[in-house]
């Protein structure tokens, strides 16, 4: 999946085109317009939000609903090009109205002034059109299809504003991804801790009143990350140093941290690493998330988390000192216009440019021409993931021997259990007819070699003379490839020597044990 986007923060339209998204992804205009309605809100928004209400018209690759596997394309119009027709005219035009609205004063902290030595602009308002966060309008939209396709996918991701200028917000633990969505939806300012509100908005009108701005930092969680997107073997493979040329990549942010982040350069190792666990529910998993999803480069089940810090934006109604590029005089910067933040809106273009490049990897990964083939590949890779190189549980125990031993074993096995198939042998008739009466075994021979092929593993409760003489036996049965042989004799140089003698090459492993 690649894409590209077009357009200035005047022009008449911008644009995005993007290949490589999977035929029978069923996909809508409000399915983006949701995304661009919310990178234009947010508390302390300003006045361009309120002439713009951006909505997509795609032009190519998606049919009734539904992507076709074709490029798409997505515009959007620019109502507010009207008052500019003249100044952001494709045609060349008299001198007189080209100087309409030039700038020669850049704004410290903008691309005005390097976009105009870097590209020889004499009018700076070339670097300004382009270097707008208008152009994340686009990015939005593309990281909306991205979104609907993670969805197909079971992957849920969410963003909040976690410092804003300065002042830290309280985030309850444990959130899910669903829980951090819906509280920073119900948020004018996307914070997950309702108690704040007032007072970021407070603080938010009195940074307005002073003629300031604010920054601060924005997190992105994404749930339900297959195991291994990414890869170690090359540098540009890393998938968290994609995400951060991404995050960065977003107008005004300036630096990115995953999981404890910069944290970890205050801890020692035995606090930072998340130690392994498993479980027959959720296969692989982490005790901690420190790493944030990450390790090696490669995501490893665990939720991404990732930081974006942004800086206060530029524009400013009490503007700083500059330079003018013709006269080389001091001047104030141009002021174009201002929001005291536009942190809320700056996370759903965090949000988006993750989604973005989370689907372009999934797409790398696995086959993807229909929708329906990705979500196969995908749900089969996940399996795998799960019981990797797992020894596979054992169905069928065959426990040779029912004295105190083996019954005692074959209880605790049906105790905890149940699901599996006990086979018992035994030369006592008594002895059988116990063990099958009370349930310790479901089913008993006389006739060692007759259960011996059906077992997944074979555990020999005998005395040592007769677990020698059936291991010997065994070797020359037909069993399960991969059988696990095992023992409970108190002594064991004789077992271990017949099993070396009578089972090294065959396929089957044996676990020597003790009946403690």
Not at 387 to 413: D, E, F, H, Q, R
Not at 481 to 498: H, L, Q, R
């Amino acid at each position: 999946m690649r894409y590209l986007t077009a357009g200035e923060s005047h022009g008449p339209r911008l644009t995005a085109i993007i290949e490589g998204i999977p035929a029978g992804l069923p996909l809508t205009a409000e399915d983006i317009n949701e995304d661009l309605k919310r990178r234009q809100g947010g508390y302390g928004r300003g006045g361009r939000m309120k002439i713009e209400s951006d909505q997509v018209i795609f032009t190519s690759g998606v049919r009734h609903g539904e992507t076709t596997g074709a490029p798409i394309t997505m515009d959007v119009i620019n109502k507010d090009h009207q008052k500019w027709l003249d100044i952001m005219s494709a045609e060349d035009i008299e001198d007189r109205l080209k100087s309409k609205r030039k700038i020669t004063h850049p704004r410290p902290g903008h691309a005005d002034l390097v976009g105009g030595i870097k590209y020889r602009f004499d009018d700076l308002r070339n670097s300004l059109e382009r270097s707008s966060a208008r152009e994340t309008t686009m990015r939005v939209a593309v990281g909306a299809v991205a979104k609907r396709l993670l969805a197909e996918l079971d992957m849920e991701i969410a963003n909040h504003v976690v410092v804003f200028g300065g002042k830290e917000i309280d985030v309850p633990e444990n959130l899910t991804v669903a829980e951090i969505k819906e509280r920073a939806a119900q948020s004018e300012v996307s914070i997950v801790n309702q108690e704040r509100e007032q007072e970021i908005k407070d603080y938010i009108d009195q940074i307005k009143r002073d003629g300031d701005t604010i920054g601060g930092v924005v997190e992105t969680v994404v749930g339900g990350v297959p195991v291994g997107l990414g890869s170690y073997v090359q540098w540009d493979r890393k998938l968290d140093a994609r995400l951060a040329q991404a995050v960065v990549s977003i107008n005004a942010f300036k630096g990115v941290e995953f999981g404890l982040g910069f944290e970890a350069g205050y801890r020692k190792g035995s606090q930072v690493m998340d130690e392994i666990l498993w479980s027959k529910e959720d296969g692989y998993t982490r005790r901690t998330n420190n790493l944030g999803g990450f390790e090696g480069g490669m995501t490893n089940g665990q939720p991404i988390v990732v930081r974006g810090v942004m800086k206060p934006i530029p524009p400013l109604y009490k503007p700083l000192m500059s330079v003018d590029i013709e006269t080389h005089e001091p001047y104030k910067a141009t002021v174009e216009r201002s929001d005291p933040t536009a942190l809320p809106a700056a996370g759903v273009v965090m949000e988006a440019v993750v989604a973005t490049v989370l689907a372009q990897e999934i797409l790398e990964k696995f086959s993807s021409d229909n929708l329906e083939e990705l979500k196969e590949a995908v749900a089969k890779h996940r399996d795998y993931t799960k019981n990797y190189l797992g020894v596979p549980m054992a169905k069928t125990i065959y426990i040779a021997g029912l004295g105190l031993i083996g019954t005692s074993m074959a209880l605790g096995i049906k105790r905890d259990h149940p699901e599996y198939k006990i086979l018992g042998y035994n030369r006592s008739q008594t002895s059988r007819k116990i063990a099958l009466e009370r349930g310790m075994v479901d089913c008993v021979t006389d006739d060692f070699a007759s259960f011996a092929p059906l077992a997944d593993v074979i555990i020999l409760c005998l005395p040592i003379k007769q677990t020698v003489t059936f291991i010997k036996d065994l070797a020359n049965m037909d069993l399960k490839e991969g059988v696990i042989i095992s023992d409970a004799g108190s002594t064991k140089s004789a077992i271990v020597d017949a099993a070396e003698q009578y089972l090294s090459g065959k396929p089957v492993r044996f676990v020597g044990a003790h009946p403690m």
